[in-house]
């Protein structure tokens, strides 16, 4: 089910990713760490070149240290709870009737502004198109947007664990 | 000010903002830098914190805030004679809305989130104001 959520071109990073941590188990080579580490960055890099991150959130992950060692990991899931509960809110919002376009607005603000934070770059750019149909007080192209927003995020959010697990394999590999 | 100066500070710092997520964000980015930091989740924490006699060199103010916003807290903390750098950190886009941010007492006013550059800016600037004063 994992596999059939992913897209072709992270499939064949994450069957290698598999090889090689299950090569791990069988015992360690540095050959299979370093490989570890380059998949965890190629597959970074792809979310970057895709557009779904931006690159400072290298600056995100280099916050993380051996005091902090889950903080990406913590940062990314208060990400999830917020980003799940405004979700949840401009859904709502938009099936009311009449459409209160203030609280809309309000709502995509506040999503916006933790999806720039953690430099989801597509998903910011989606709120943005959605604000501005929300001053205007255009519901279809807030409803068109939404899904847009809804779609980006559902695809950051696959792609973010598939990351965040090669990069946790590739720092229990560091320190076997 | 050199790299050693910049994290080898005595600096407090107070992170106001609702989000869980940015709070925690913004208090490593600032710890990584040598500040101590506190956190408020609204703008009438903040001002309390102060009521109750805490001080910082350094308050990062959102905008969008329940109970007491971020333009609101700001002007309250300036009627009670603070000089704390406060700094707005906001994702507003209307160049009106931040300007009136501004207008508020803000010394400086920043796009979220906050980058390392942006800290750096701040913490030489608080230097500058600490050799102003002595």
């Given at each position: 089910m994992a596999r059939r959520m992913l897209d072709a071109s992270n499939q064949g990073l994450l069957l290698q990713f598999w090889l090689a941590t299950s090569s791990l188990s069988k015992g360690k080579t540095r050959m299979d760490r370093n490989r570890l580490q380059h998949q965890a960055a190629s597959m970074r890099r792809s979310l970057f070149d895709q557009g779904y991150l931006d690159e400072p959130f290298i600056q995100l992950e280099e916050?993380?240290?051996?005091?902090?060692?889950n903080f990406v990991q913590e940062i990314v899931t208060l990400f999830y709870t917020d980003s799940a509960r405004l979700i949840q809110n401009i859904e709502h919002a938009l099936n009311s009737?009449?459409?209160?376009f203030d609280k809309l607005d309000d709502y995509m603000h506040q999503f916006k502004g933790s999806s720039s934070s953690i430099r989801a770059k597509k998903v910011t750019n989606e709120c943005t198109v959605f604000r501005e149909y929300c001053s205007a007080e255009n519901a279809e192209g807030c409803m068109r947007s939404f899904q847009q927003v809804k779609q980006d995020y559902a695809i950051l959010r696959r792609k973010l664990e598939v990351y965040l697990q090669m990069v946790r394999q590739a720092a229990v590999s560091q320190k076997a | 000010m050199s790299d050693e100066d910049i994290v080898n500070n005595n600096l407090t710092a107070l992170v106001v903002d609702d989000s869980p997520m940015i709070r925690k964000l913004h208090e490593m980015h600032l710890k990584k830098f040598g500040l101590k930091v506190q956190v408020a989740e609204n703008g009438k924490n903040a001002v309390d914190l102060f009521r109750c006699g805490a001080s910082f060199n350094l308050i990062l103010m959102d905008k969008e805030m329940p109970i007491m916003d971020g333009a609101e807290a700001t002007k309250e903390l300036r009627i009670m004679g603070v000089t704390s750098m406060i700094v707005g950190v906001t994702s507003l886009d209307s160049i009106f809305e931040r300007q009136a941010f501004m207008e508020a007492g803000l010394d400086h006013c920043f796009t979220k989130p906050l980058t390392s550059e942006n800290i750096i800016f701040l913490l030489q600037e608080l230097n500058n104001k600490n050799n102003e004063e002595n």
């Open positions: 916050l993380q240290d051996d005091a902090s060692p009737r009449p459409i209160d | -």
